[in-house]
Nanobody, 124 residues
Framework: QVQLVESGGGLVQTGGSLRLSCTAS????????MGWFRQAPGKEREFVAAISRSAGNIYVVDSVKGRFTISRDNAKSTAFLQMNSLKPEDTAVYYCAEAPIEIVTTNHNDYNYWGQGTQVTVAS
């Protein structure tokens, strides 16, 4: 059974940091590109960052570039999203997802498995 479990969310002050983790089980983690998305209240889910299977390609949306870093540890079947200099507008539920492709993709339709989400709240 394929499963993605996010952790690491929480409440943080503006300027603070959080590190999200996404641990996968049920198939070969290194065969999938990984992505992070977020959804704020009343807004559509939006792409945040993606990393290719081998971590050779990474893409981060402009709004978080320079503050967020995506990485992965294939030996531990885990993807990470390091979030620094957090702002109130980063408040959202963050989801990890996997796509059965080599390259990075920003299209949520390319991702076939999703985690349950973890809440990130940035207080002003």
């Amino acid at each position: 059974q394929v499963q993605l479990v996010e952790s690491g969310g929480g409440l943080v002050q503006t300027g603070g940091s959080l590190r999200l983790s996404c641990t996968a089980s049920g198939r070969t983690f290194s065969s999938y590109a990984m992505g992070w998305f977020r959804q704020a209240p009343g807004k559509e889910r939006e792409f945040v960052a993606a990393i290719s299977r081998s971590a050779g390609n990474i893409y981060v949306v402009d709004s978080v570039k320079g503050r967020f870093t995506i990485s992965r540890d294939n030996a531990k079947s885990t993807a990470f999203l390091q979030m620094n200099s957090l702002k109130p507008e980063d408040t959202a539920v963050y989801y990890c997802a996997e796509a059965p492709i080599e390259i990075v993709t920003t299209n949520h339709n390319d991702y076939n498995y999703w985690g349950q989400g973890t809440q990130v709240t940035v207080a002003s």
